[in-house]
């Protein structure tokens, strides 16, 4: 039960902050945002994530990862309805901000949860966690969109989701592994994010496990942000085709992390890496040189199949990372990787501006030959 309960909670993590991303448009328009100052209120969230990740990582080892779950899985339902009543974007922002600590504090604690839970059963897990993450994502998107087509307010919709998740958190808490599987009563340090960067620095191991998450989660935002664009803008197709550039990509990634765990215990991690890179640069490939939209989708669904496990692997082999303790390591990992995550649209639109969206695309080459070389680092011992 401990394995279903703590991939409800990557469902409902993943599931709240794609309702958050769903009515966008609707907050933009209530509020009357600019581009400019709507992109204020998402950076918003990066920041509340990153700055309580480290802290979070910490209080996992400190107490164990399952109260640090409970209630950041309570917070981040609560957190939810903020946005939706917020009345200027100041307030936004400080909605969102919030929103994001409790949603990245949840992700932390429970990517630690998840480690302890696959050690118990001896065996690679962790992809299924991420793909509970990836369908609560599609959820999430497809009840906002059903909601935005009846024209129901954010103000209705935000709490109904929310409460929805936290009935339905609240009743899988109960359960997931005791704190006591994975709590070591490490006290908590007052300079958390300079403690994190000495850990970084201070193992080659996790140096190289941070920049895989960080290529990794950056080629993930650039798929997110721009694969609709380069469909609609380069490859001249319809609106509606466009949107199915990431359709495909997250559709792809939800089916390779469903299949991830079988396919890491044939393999390896090692080899899981390596190979995901290759296919996804083939992929890449494809949407580059025939500029063919409907090459372009399959190019767009083979990266999401080939970078799909690469962030459940690193996760479990950071939280497996020798002579390191798994909450402040996987909140390293996962610290870096967000700074991926959060540079990777706006570089490549920076890219874009000087080497034509095509070229800045065609840069994401890069990163997945770095993945392919990055491979090594991943040890078997790290998928048990």
């Given amino acids: ?136 994502g599609i959820a999430g998107a497809c009840f906002g969109a059903v909601m935005a087509s009846m024209k129901v307010s954010i103000e209705v919709h935000f709490p109904i989701s929310a409460a929805l998740l936290l009935v339905t958190g609240l009743a899988c808490k109960n359960w997931l592994l005791p704190a006591s599987a994975d709590a070591t009563g490490t006290k908590v340090s007052g300079s958390l994010h300079l403690d994190t960067l000495k850990l970084l620095f201070n193992s080659q191991y996790l140096l190289a496990l941070s920049t895989m998450m ?12 721009w694969s609709g664009v380069f469909l609609r803008q380069t490859l001249k197709t319809e609106p509606g085709f466009a949107a199915l550039g990431y359709a495909s990509f997250s559709v792809a990634m939800s089916v390779g992390r469903l299949l991830g765990d079988k396919l890491n215990e044939r393999f390896g991690s090692a080899a899981m890496v390596c190979g995901g890179s290759i296919f996804a640069l083939a992929g890449l490939c494809l949407i580059i040189f025939p500029s063919n939209p409907l090459l372009a989708l399959i190019g767009f669904a083979s990266i999401g199949l080939g970078v799909s496990n690469i962030v459940p692997i690193a996760f479990t082999a950071a939280g497996n990372a020798p002579d390191m303790e798994p909450g402040p390591s996987i909140a390293t990992v996962a610290l870096v990787g967000y700074f991926g995550l959060l540079a990777g649209p706006p570089v490549i639109g920076f890219v874009a501006e000087f080497l034509t969206l095509r070229n800045a695309l065609a840069l994401l080459s890069i990163l997945l030959i770095g993945m392919m070389f990055l491979s090594r680092y991943v040890r078997a011992e790290s998928s048990t």
Avoid at 214 to 225: Q, R, T
Wanted: aromatic share 10%; hydrophobic share 60%.
């Fill in 214 to 225: 960080f290529c990794c989660f950056l080629v993930e935002g650039a798929m997110g942000d």
């Fill in 1 to 136: 039960m401990a394995r279903f309960a703590i991939g409800m909670m990557f469902f409902i993590n993943g599931a709240t902050i794609a309702t958050w991303a769903s009515r966008i448009p609707a907050i933009q328009e209530k509020l009357t945002l600019s581009s400019g100052n709507l992109g204020i209120a998402l950076l918003s969230m990066a920041v509340g994530a990153l700055a309580a990740m480290s802290f979070a990582g910490a209080l996992s080892a400190r107490i164990g990862s399952r109260p640090v779950i409970v209630w950041t899985m309570i917070l981040t339902c609560i957190s939810l309805v903020f946005p939706a009543y917020a009345p200027n974007l100041l307030l936004l922002s400080l909605a969102v901000v919030a929103l994001g600590l409790f949603a990245g504090s949840l992700d932390v604690a429970m990517n630690a949860h998840a480690v302890a839970v696959e050690r118990v059963y001896r065996r690679s897990i962790m992809s299924s966690f991420h793909a509970l993450f990836s369908i609560g």
